[in-house]
């Protein structure tokens, strides 16, 4: 079971799952709302997640003309988990205690959308558009 929260504790959750693949998105929407090259998320089916405390501290902003949506803390700011998928969770990896070793990304989506500035290095398998997972 893997535990995480937010910067500042108000927001926890777990997931009832072994976590290995994380997935970069590297879309623009991603990028402006994290000021860097995208966001990596660890992504679980909901039944395997679930909010430990502060669900009340949960602010959410949805692009207006497109399907998504971001989640984060109203205290802290922290990117918070998040459903773009109604089956399926999005948990920024950042957000996880430690412990995660075996974690690796295993996805970059979205990379016809990187921005120009960034070179993506490891060997995760680079998807043009999203993924069907």
């Known amino acids: 079971m893997a535990k ?4 500042c504790g108000a927001v926890g959750f777990e997931v009832n799952l072994e976590l290995t693949d994380v997935y970069v998105c590297h879309c623009s929407i991603c990028r402006r ?18 909010w430990t405390q502060g669900e009340a501290q949960i602010s959410t902003w949805k692009k207006t003309g497109a399907d998504w949506q971001t989640w984060f ?3 802290c700011g ?11 969770t999005f948990i920024p ?6 412990g995660d070793a075996q974690l690796k990304v295993a996805h970059h989506i979205w ?3 990187k ?12 998807h043009s558009e999203g993924f069907e997972g």
């Open 4 to 7: 995480g929260n937010c910067n």
């Open 33 to 50: 709302a994290t000021g860097s090259n995208g966001i990596a998320v660890v992504v679980v089916d909901n039944q395997a997640f679930r």
């Open 73 to 75: 803390c109203r205290e």
């Open 78 to 88: 922290s990117p918070l988990p998040g459903v773009n998928d109604p089956q399926r």
């Open 93 to 98: 990896v950042g957000l996880l205690n430690d």
């Open 111 to 113: 990379v016809d959308s």
């Open 115 to 126: 921005a120009g500035w960034e070179e993506i290095g490891d060997a995760g398998r680079q």
